[in-house]
């Protein structure tokens, strides 16, 4: 994991500058959450309840290490949710119509179509120039609403699947479930695409840099391209996954989701900015807050305060986010170097 | 441009009903038939063509009584004007509809009342100026008390602990009929009701907070979940935790979306309201007030088998109590809606 990370902070046993690496930092929070909780709740810490809180967070920290390859590029897919919906519906409708299609040719199509989603975002930013919040502001309309034409509505539910459609996330491998293996082999992947890829090394470089990386000779836009496919293709996964656990597909599946998406990434310190972030980082975040998600129901916190507690969570991750950057920014990109940054990117 | 074109069809529409009134109204005089209009809010919708299944029902039971079934092909409040108009000119007696906006439809349904048409609406309702009366499918009293009746009904004595899986906090229906409820408890003394938690309508939170429901009070036996969501979302998490059989969840659901839940044994049974018997209930209503009942607060119209109705000071009733679905009957309800 340590290829994946940002440039090492000098080795030594500063217990200042060990906190300071977000990775432990969050380490260090998500334990003391978890005594926290278990103060009021025991029985949370027991094994087979935090493989529930894991098998749980599955989804999220998938899609949390999508969104962290578009987010290093200084861009965001608010689309990812909308593509839960639409190949989730996509492959729900598949399979309640035509019983004999297999599992395997299912899941091709989710991680397919979810690829084709992606790419249609990274393509208009790419080849179009259009800021990416914007592209993805609007294919998220476009992928409900497609969701919604292709189901006219309707919900699909669990009835209709076939049991493998439902049954083969939920079987254990090792006594863990598939759908945690999946976000096991998903953070594998990552951690390689991230640090041992041509093609993640130069998303932090875009990301970081944009100016240096065009001098390095990296193409800027088909990075930030591939990011978004990236980010496509897991939520495609992941809008079969989330259809086969909840037994139910309709329109409105994962409503809001890419606000938890993109708050797991900031928690796990992946800089809105660009250029920072790591593989551990996304992970724990979705991880923290995945247990918050679900802590909080067993605490019997009321459902206000949970809410308010969420954001204050995030907002402090932000704000340590914004110092970190500040150290980093102020030193190396002062002297002349930010100002021409931004027509460099327009090019 | 839209009035003119309105107004257009509308001409259109009168000239051709012209030519058809000269032949109803000879077979009309001759057989003193009672032409009931049941407007849906739109074609094609299968809770719509269940109310129609009961309308018809209703009708053969009269027996002097013609369905006329109509509606928009989409939920626009525009294309009911259109069908109401048309209604009008047809000559229909009663006009019973759901409809798609409470206000846009009074002035043209005034217009039809004016004409000696008897208006009512049913399931979704009009404002008071543009119907006689308003069928509603329950009453939130109703509502609360079949939910305690279900949970007590899915315990082996009736006794033991509950929880409920509401939406959101702030969701005005559901807080409703959880008052309801709890005001309901006392006659079910085997009810303990132990915790409320908020899905959201959200089936991701809604299964989370079903599994944190489970954990933090081992002991339920009965979810009660008054939302379409969250009884889903709350019979997938029972599934899962391998407690079928230990608990049970109820509610209020759609037969479609709940079939594999009752398969499963995850749910007994759960109630909604039952389409057929509101088409057959606003036919009847329809009726009541064709063969010269008097709509008015206080008064008791009888809806056939369904028993009578008693309207309120806004000239509204409750059919009856939300339709209980379980393993006999959800299959075939599991197709209508």
């Known amino acids: ?165 439902l049954s083969v996330p939920r079987a254990e491998v090792i006594g863990v479930p598939v759908l945690s293996w999946t976000a096991v082999a998903a953070v594998a992947l990552a951690v390689v695409v991230f640090g041992r890829t041509g093609v993640g090394r130069s998303w932090y470089a875009v990301g970081g840099n944009p100016t240096a990386a065009v001098y390095a000779g990296i193409d800027a836009g088909r990075a930030r391209f591939l990011a978004f496919c990236f980010s496509g293709l897991l939520s495609g996964l992941c809008g079969y996954l989330w259809v086969a656990r909840y037994a139910v597909a309709y329109v409105d599946v994962a409503s809001g989701f890419e606000l938890d998406v993109i708050a797991a990434c900031v928690i796990g310190g992946v800089s809105i900015a660009g250029g920072i972030g790591s593989v551990g980082g996304a992970v724990l975040g979705a991880l923290f807050l995945g247990t918050i998600k679900n802590a909080l129901p067993v605490v019997n916190v009321s459902p206000f305060a949970q809410m308010a507690i969420s954001g204050a969570i995030i907002i402090a991750a932000v ?27 327009a090019e | 441009m839209t009035r003119l074109r309105t107004l257009a069809l509308s001409a259109a529409l009168a000239g051709t009903t012209a030519l058809a009134g000269a032949f109803a109204g000879a077979s009309a005089a001759r057989a003193a038939e009672v032409k009931i209009a049941l407007v849906a809010k739109s074609l094609g919708n299968g809770f719509f063509e269940a109310a129609d299944k009961g309308a018809e029902e209703a009708a053969k039971q009269i027996g002097d009584v013609k369905i006329v079934y109509t509606g928009p092909t989409t939920t626009t409040a525009e294309g009911q004007i259109e069908v109401v108009n048309s209604l009008i000119s047809q000559k229909v007696d009663a006009i019973a509809i759901s409809a798609n906006d409470k206000d846009a439809l009074v002035p043209v349904l005034k217009r039809a009342m004016a004409r000696g048409i008897k208006v009512v609406s049913w399931d979704s309702a009009v404002s008071s100026e543009g119907r006689m009366a308003h069928l509603n499918p329950s009453s939130n009293a109703l509502i609360g008390n079949m939910l305690d009746k279900l949970a007590a009904d899915a315990l082996p004595d009736g006794k033991g602990k509950i929880a409920i899986l509401s939406a959101t906090a702030t969701s005005t229906n559901q807080n409703t009929w959880i008052a309801e409820m709890k005001k309901g408890l006392p006659k079910y003394p085997g009810l303990d009701l132990v915790a409320t938690v908020y899905g959201d309508d959200l089936s991701d939170k809604s299964y989370r907070e079903t599994q944190g429901l489970l954990q933090t009070h081992p002991d339920v036996k009965v979810i009660v979940a008054p939302t379409s969501v969250g009884i889903v979302a709350a019979a997938q998490a029972v599934k899962d935790a391998g407690k079928v059989g230990q608990v049970f969840v109820t509610g209020l659901g759609l037969p479609s979306e709940m079939a594999g839940a009752v398969h499963s044994g995850a749910t007994k049974s759960f109630a909604i309201w039952n389409p057929i018997d509101l088409g057959y209930s606003a036919t009847y209503l329809a009726y009541d007030l064709v063969k010269g009942e008097k709509a008015a607060p206080g008064a008791e119209l009888s809806l056939g088998r369904m028993g009578k109705v008693k309207l309120d000071d806004g000239d509204e009733g409750a059919m009856a109590d939300p339709f209980v679905y379980d393993s006999s009957n959800v299959d075939k309800f599991a197709k209508v809606f």
Request: charged share 10%; net charge positive.
């Open chain 1, 1 to 165: 994991m340590s290829a994946a990370s940002p440039p090492r902070a000098p080795d030594g046993v500063d217990l200042r500058a060990f906190l300071a690496r977000r990775e432990m930092l969050l380490v260090v929070a998500l334990a003391a959450l978890l005594a926290v909780v278990a103060t009021r709740f025991p029985s949370f810490v027991t094994p087979r309840s935090l493989g529930g809180v894991f098998n749980d967070t599955s989804i999220l920290i998938v899609m949390a290490l999508g969104q962290a390859a578009v987010i290093l590029t200084r861009s965001v897919d608010l689309s990812v949710a909308a593509n839960v919906a639409l190949t989730g519906m996509t492959v729900a409708l598949i399979d309640a119509h035509h019983p004999g299609v297999p599992l395997a040719l299912l899941v091709a199509t989710a991680l397919g179509l979810g690829l084709l989603l992606g790419a249609v975002n990274g393509a208009l930013v790419w080849l179009l120039g259009i800021p990416p919040i914007v592209v993805t502001l609007g294919t998220l309309t476009i992928y409900r609403g497609l969701a919604f034409v292709l189901s006219g509505g309707a919900w699909i539910n669990s009835f209709q699947f076939t049991p493998a459609f």
């Open chain 1, 319 to 345: 704000a340590l986010n914004t110092r970190a950057e500040r150290r980093r920014g102020r030193i190396i990109l002062r002297p002349g170097a930010s100002r021409p940054a931004p027509a460099a990117v």
